[in-house]
């Protein structure tokens, strides 16, 4: 069966930013600090603790990675180690990759990208801005409309 076969068997139903997750009773998970964007006093910020969540739906064993990109997509910030993960048919799977002291050393739109089987599967940006660069922005928006 062949790499494109496989990813048309799962579905990356979304992935999200937080703090910490933590496995509860009943197998739920806890997320603290959902984000989709990082506002800070100052640049460059250093994270403690970082997560990304991706919720799969489909079917089959397959291995994940994330990796984050800088503003230009030319320097990895930080890359999981690869972790297989199974979907039983019609189920569904969540995928946890952690980091610690994470650092963005610029503002900018980087990139959290979902690599399925060493293939670039998914991306969402996660723009990093610090607060007076965000408030001008916003200014400038609302002055528009």
């Known amino acids: 069966m062949s790499s494109t076969d496989e990813m048309d068997k799962i579905e990356l139903v979304y992935t999200l930013f937080c703090d910490d997750v933590r496995l509860e009773v009943g197998n739920k998970l806890s997320l603290m600090g959902v984000f989709q964007n990082i506002i800070v006093q100052q640049l460059p910020v250093s994270l403690i603790k970082f997560a990304v969540v991706n919720h799969w739906r489909g079917e089959g064993r397959h291995l994940a990675e994330v ?79």
């Open 67 to 145: 990796r984050i990109l800088t503003p230009d997509r030319q320097k990895p910030v930080v890359v999981s180690q690869p972790a297989p993960f199974e979907v039983a048919p019609g189920g569904f799977a969540d995928n946890i990759s952690f980091f610690v002291n994470v650092t963005f050393p610029v503002a900018g739109q980087y990139w959290v990208q979902t690599l399925v089987n060493s293939t670039l599967f998914d991306e969402q940006p996660l723009v990093v801005a610090d607060a007076e660069t965000a408030q001008a922005a916003e200014s400038a928006s609302e002055a528009v409309n």
